[in-house]
């Protein structure tokens, strides 16, 4: 069955670049069916949309975070990641990664199981 | 960006209905049929339960169904069991090729 993992530094010091891959298994980045994505949540708090891309590379952000994220893919590997900088404490949260419908549908049906980053010196 | 409004909590004794609200705008839920529901039990990775306001996936019982009128979309669980206790959030397209979250609702079981 597919699934996405999410990978990378548990703590990131502030001011510095949060980075964080998500691997997916049991089906190919490349599908024209996908946008492949990344959500939020802070301890305690809801769900933020941060943004998504295509396997082609194009990509939609969250306004409030479209400055600091970029949303990267690597076909060959199967493989998205998200980069996020100049972080603050407000960015600490459960990072979740998660394959969303494409054809205009935006809901996402498959999700990683989060990983819990911490901003902190 | 600014989040649907959910109300923060609501609850029900078992075999119940209760339905959670999702406000929004013209330029998102009002706007387009792109609304979904996801669930959240406490430590695990949200769910999706309702796509495009009325769809449910494959598994999803159908004691939870989705409608919308005007700005508000809803979420009706009826039958309520134990194993619905979770958080709630919803989810619309937001013009200009954004996504936006309800603040999310806490459901308690009775």
């Known amino acids: 069955q597919v699934q996405l993992q999410e990978s990378g530094p548990g703590l990131v010091k502030p001011s510095e670049t949060l980075s964080l891959t998500c691997t997916v298994s049991?089906?190919?980045?490349?599908?024209?069916?996908?946008?492949w994505g990344w959500i939020r949540q802070p301890p305690g708090k809801g769900l933020e949309w941060i943004g998504i891309?295509?396997?082609?590379?194009?990509?939609y952000y969250n306004p409030s975070l479209k400055s600091r994220v970029t949303i990267s893919v690597d076909t060959s590997k199967n493989q998205f990641s998200l980069k996020l900088s100049s972080v603050t404490a407000a960015d600490t949260a459960v990072y979740y990664c998660a394959r969303q419908y494409a054809y205009g549908t935006w809901y996402s049906d498959l999700w990683g199981r989060g990983t819990l980053v911490t901003v902190s010196s | 960006q600014s989040a649907l409004t959910q109300p923060p909590s609501v609850s029900g004794s078992p075999g119940q209905s209760v339905t959670i609200s999702c406000t929004g705008t013209?330029?998102?839920?009002?706007?387009?049929?792109?609304v979904s529901w996801y669930q959240q039990p406490t430590g695990t990775a949200p769910k999706l339960m309702i796509h495009e306001v009325t769809n449910r996936p494959s598994g999803v019982p159908d004691r939870f169904s989705g409608s919308k009128s005007g700005n508000t979309a809803s979420l009706t669980i009826s039958g309520l069991q134990a194993e619905d206790e979770a958080d709630y959030y919803c989810s619309s397209y937001r013009s200009s090729n954004t996504l936006v979250f309800g603040g999310g609702t806490k459901l308690t079981v009775l």
């Open positions: 891309i295509y396997y082609s590379g194009n990509t």
């Open positions: 013209s330029s998102d839920v009002g706007g387009y049929n792109r």
């Open positions: 049991g089906a190919s980045i490349s599908s024209s069916s996908y946008y």
